[in-house]
């Protein structure tokens, strides 16, 4: 009767690990995928929209307001406008490496290296407190560029 017992717990314990150990059915495995992508995607949307918000938050620290027409503190210096090269949105191409000021059409200047221009954006890298930045600036939304 002892012996029994035994078996039949063995039989029991036998029975049961291989269900433990059973490898997921391809129906199982597809959904746990998409469950991935899902999130994987979903992650790199927030982190893309972190950095999109970051970038779109800087501070201004300063501004100048420019002087009143006919007043006498004209003379004192030439407008930044005045004493820089202009630059068109063509000519980007030729500076890829080098530095230059962007005025974008909210009047915000990014000063920065040039890291790569397509027909649509140029991509500016720019130093800041933590590190270097890079982000895009879309053509329409360039107001004027200017070589440093």
């Not at 039989?11 to 269900?19: K, R």
């Not at 009143?68 to 930044?80: K, Q, V």
């Amino acid at each position: 009767m002892k012996r029994l017992q035994t078996m039949s717990l063995l039989a029991g314990v036998l029975g049961v690990a291989p269900a433990w150990a059973l490898p997921p059915t391809p129906q199982q495995d597809e959904a746990r995928i998409e469950e991935i992508m899902l999130a994987e995607a979903v992650a790199a949307r927030d982190a893309q929209a972190d950095t999109a918000a970051a970038a779109a938050d800087v501070p201004v620290i300063a501004a100048a307001a420019p002087a009143a027409a006919g007043s006498e503190a004209g003379w004192l210096a030439a407008s930044h406008a005045d004493t820089a090269d202009t630059l068109g949105f063509d000519d980007l191409k030729a500076r890829i490496g080098k530095r230059v000021t962007i005025i974008t059409s909210n009047e915000r200047q990014h000063r920065g290296t040039v890291v790569a221009v397509d027909a649509r954006e140029v991509q500016l890298s720019v130093r800041r407190a933590g590190g270097v930045a890079t982000y895009a600036l879309p053509r329409d939304q360039i107001q004027r560029i200017e070589s440093q």
